[in-house]
Structure formats: structure tokens, C-alpha cells
């Protein structure tokens, strides 16, 4: 057993590859690509949990983020048939749906008495909604929820807008932030990879066309988060390249507030039969991911894709947000997530407690949210 110390506890590893990425932690120093490699190819997970927990409570003390959100997802209409994916739906086949505007206005409200903080609004590429349906339903939204951040669509959609508009993408994110998004969720970035891209998703925009359009959203001032599908046919280098990917854009602009590692679901997608990812794998790839994106704030164990058991461990594998309420969700249940559709407040901070952390309810960009039963107020 090899180890060193520090003011808290000595760190042990049976490992030696994990000490000189030990003492670079303690210095603050960046890791490596072949520092993340050794992160994944080490059996030593503990080790690894440990130094990510440095760097989180480093970060972050013992908060722990949360906040009350509801998805809305308008459509599941897609031209994209992903073999990633069980959400999207051919327009003329059994189980698609497209909603109207006061359809969707009105799932806004459903469901949920707490005053949510954020819509989280993403949905399939559908061949015939032209720019202005969205445009409007962002409207109609800040119309009827004035407080409510509107946290709209992913790179892969906002590029396929555009195309469809025939605008830049800049001009197509200036006009949606018109009409009143704040900020972009990160999905849709999955492996940059091309070798694995061009099997898991091969119509969606590639890698650097994810990163330029992220970059675009940043410079016009919309913040992002970033996410990763892991657990498929990836492997330990694709993952590293793609966390080396998001740390040289954040070093440039800044914006991404949070990453957001995705285990892949199988059931029912055309890679059904790949196995599930596991417990350690999820918790790894928490850790690893908070080792190698030292320029990103936060790091969130999204409950819904690792159960709620496996984020409230991760509090302490790196983790410092387990997102929300969620309320309704859609596309992890079409793959088969046996989670619930949505938690309450409470059960969120129930989780963070027992898990030895403070609760922080947070906005989308993350600041202090504080509330009674019926309204909530940001500290600015
Ligand atoms: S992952 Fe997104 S783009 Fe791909 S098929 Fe599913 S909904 Fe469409």
C-alpha cells in the first residue's frame, strides 16, 4: 500500500499510477490525458473517489445544489434515428406526438405545486416545426411564468433550426434569446469521436460542430452545461478525449456551468444489446470527471439516469449538484429508466442529508434560491 498525507486524511492507494496524480491534485496542478487514462484503467476506486472528493470540497465545502425544475419536451418527432435513442419517433408511427403551443403551456403547470425555478425544454428534430413555433412557445412562456428561467434546446437542435431557417447559428441563438431563453442545457454531445459518432448517432451534427455551436452560445452570452453518453460502445481513450475536448473550449470562454456524465440506457434503443453500465463504472466517471475538468463549476450525478441511491453516493465521489424535481420525464423512461418521473423537494434534500452535505436549492445559474410554499426569490 503506498501513500502520502495531507491536513485531512492520508490518501492510500494500492495503485502507484495514482500517486504523482495525487500529488498534482494536492498542488492544483492540471492532469493529463494519460492521467485521465490511468483515472479509468485503475481498479482502485476509492482512491480515485478520494481525490475527487478533495477537489469538491475544495470547490464546493460540503454544499451540495438542487433545484426545482420541470422538463417539457414538445415533440418527439425526429429525422434523426440515433441508435442511441428511444425518444425520438418517426412523425407517422404509433406513440409519436407533437404538442401545441397551449398544449405545452399548459404541461408547463401540470403536475407539481411548488413554484419550479426552470423549464428545462428539449425535444426531437422535427421535419416540419418551423423556427417560429419555438420562438412563440419560448414567448407564451415568459408571458404566463415570468420568474421561470427557460433553459431551451441542445447545440444538436439549435444547428438543426438553423439549417431548417436557413440563419447562422448565431442569428438563430440571438433570436431565441429574444424571445427569452437563458441558457442551454448540454445534451446532445454523447462521444465526440468520429469513430464512435458515426455509429451511435450518425445524423447529428459532429463534435466540432457541437463545440462551435457551444462556443457561439457562450459568446452571445447564453451560459451551457455539457454532457457525455458513456457505458455504450466508447472506450477509455474516447471518453478522455471527449473531457479534453469541453476543458480547452471552457478555457476560452467560460461558459459552461456544469458537466454532466449520461450512462447510457439500452432498452429500446438499436443498441439494446449492450449491457447497462454499473454502480462503479457511474461512480468512476463522476470522479474521473471531476479530476479532469478542473476549469468546470460543477458536476452534476443527474438522479434520474444513475438512481437516486447511486447520485446521493456520488455526493462524495465528486458530485456537488443531483439536479431536480424533474416532474415528468421522457426520454430515460422511453430507454427503460426504472426511476421515478420526478422527485420531490423534500426527497432531494433528504437525499443530500443523509449523504452528509448541505441542501442548496439553487436557479439555472445557480444562485441561492429561497421560498415559501407558493413563490421563491433568487439572491442576485
Ligand atoms: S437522440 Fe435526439 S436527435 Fe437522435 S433520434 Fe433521439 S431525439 Fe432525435
Redesign the pocket.
Known amino acids: 500500500m503506498f501513500g502520502s498525507e495531507n491536513k485531512h486524511r492520508p490518501f492510500q492507494t494500492d495503485d502507484p499510477r495514482l500517486l504523482p496524480i495525487a500529488d498534482k491534485v494536492a498542488r492544483q496542478e492540471r492532469l493529463t490525458s494519460e492521467d485521465g487514462l490511468a483515472l479509468y484503467q485503475t481498479s482502485d476506486i476509492l482512491a480515485v473517489g478520494w481525490l475527487a472528493n478533495q477537489v469538491r470540497e475544495r470547490m464546493h465545502g460540503d454544499v451540495a445544489y438542487f433545484n426545482v425544475n420541470r422538463h417539457i419536451n414538445p415533440t418527439?418527432v425526429?429525422?434523426?434515428?440515433?441508435r442511441?435513442?428511444?425518444?425520438?419517433r418517426r412523425k407517422d408511427v404509433p406513440g409519436a406526438y407533437t404538442m401545441a403551443l397551449e398544449e405545452a403551456w399548459r404541461a408547463a403547470t401540470s403536475g407539481y405545486t411548488e413554484a419550479v425555478t426552470e423549464f428545462h425544454i428539449v425535444?426531437?428534430?422535427h421535419p416540419d416545426l418551423p423556427l417560429e413555433y419555438f420562438l412563440d412557445l419560448f414567448r407564451g412562456l415568459r408571458e404566463r411564468f415570468p420568474k421561470v428561467h427557460l433553459k431551451a434546446f441542445?447545440m444538436?437542435?439549435v444547428a438543426f433550426f438553423a439549417k431548417r431557417a436557413k440563419l447562422s447559428i448565431r442569428e438563430t441563438l440571438l433570436k431565441m434569446k429574444e424571445a427569452g431563453v437563458q441558457s442551454m442545457p448540454g445534451?446532445?454531445a454523447e462521444i465526440f469521436a468520429e469513430r464512435v459518432r458515426s455509429i451511435i448517432?450518425d445524423?447529428?451534427i459532429d463534435g466540432n460542430e457541437w463545440l462551435e455551436t457551444a462556443r457561439i452560445a457562450h459568446e452571445v452570452g447564453l451560459k451551457s452545461n455539457a454532457t457525455m453518453l458513456y457505458g455504450h460502445i466508447e472506450n477509455d481513450e474516447d471518453r478522455v478525449d471527449h473531457l479534453v475536448k469541453l476543458r480547452a473550449l471552457q478555457d476560452e470562454t467560460h461558459g459552461f456551468q456544469c458537466f454532466i456524465p449520461l450512462s447510457f440506457h439500452p432498452a429500446n434503443t438499436m443498441l439494446e444489446h449492450l449491457p447497462t453500465t454499473t454502480g462503479m463504472q457511474d461512480i468512476k466517471q463522476i470522479a474521473v470527471s471531476r479530476l479532469v475538468l478542473d476549469n468546470f463549476p460543477h458536476i452534476k450525478s443527474y438522479w434520474q439516469m444513475m438512481t437516486p441511491k447511486v447520485a446521493q453516493i456520488s455526493l462524495c465521489f465528486g458530485a456537488d449538484d443531483i439536479d431536480g424535481t424533474v416532474v415528468e420525464e421522457k426520454?430515460y423512461h422511453d430507454a427503460g429508466a426504472t426511476t421515478p418521473q420526478g422527485l420531490r423537494r423534500h426527497d432531494l434534500i433528504r437525499l443530500i442529508k443523509e449523504a452528509g452535505r448541505e441542501p442548496l436549492e439553487r436557479d439555472t445559474l445557480y444562485r441561492r434560491v429561497t421560498r415559501d410554499e407558493t413563490s421563491f426569490t433568487v439572491a442576485v
Open positions: 418527439n425526429c429525422v434523426a434515428a440515433c442511441l435513442c428511444a425518444f425520438g425535444g426531437g428534430l441542445t444538436v437542435e445534451g446532445g448517432c445524423h447529428k426520454i
